[in-house]
C-alpha cells in the first residue's frame, strides 16, 4: 500500500490530464471542439513548427489520425477562426501552468 501512495504522489499525470484543467473563456455547450483537445493540438503544432493558427489547423488536419489516437476529435480540427478566438479569449497563466506542469 506504501508503494502505491507513493507512486501516486510522484506521478506527475499526463500533459492531457493537465490540459483538461484548464477552463476555456466559452460556453461548453455551443462549441464542438473542447478544449481538453485544442491544447495539446495547439502544443503538437507549435512543436511541429506551425507559427500560426492557419498552420495549426493544417497540421491537425493532416495528422488527425494521430490526433485522434488520443483524443476522439468527432467534429475534426478546428478551424483558424475558432483556434483565435479560444487562445485569445484564454488566460495564459492558467495555459502556462498546465504545459509547465
Known amino acids: 500500500i506504501l508503494a502505491k501512495s507513493l507512486l501516486r504522489k510522484s506521478c506527475p499525470g499526463t500533459p492531457l490530464d493537465h490540459c483538461a484543467e484548464v477552463e476555456g ?7 464542438p471542439h473542447r478544449l481538453p483537445a485544442i491544447l495539446p493540438l495547439v502544443v ?17 488536419t493532416a495528422h488527425l489520425d494521430f490526433q485522434r489516437r488520443h ?7 478546428p478551424g483558424v477562426r475558432w483556434l483565435t478566438i479560444l487562445m485569445n479569449g484564454m488566460n495564459p497563466g492558467l495555459f502556462a501552468g498546465a504545459f509547465t506542469a
Open 71 to 77: 483524443l476522439p476529435f468527432a467534429h475534426g480540427v
Open 44 to 60: 503538437c503544432g507549435t512543436i511541429a513548427a506551425c507559427d500560426d493558427y492557419e498552420t495549426i489547423a493544417a497540421w491537425g
Open 25 to 31: 473563456p466559452r460556453d461548453v455547450r455551443r462549441t
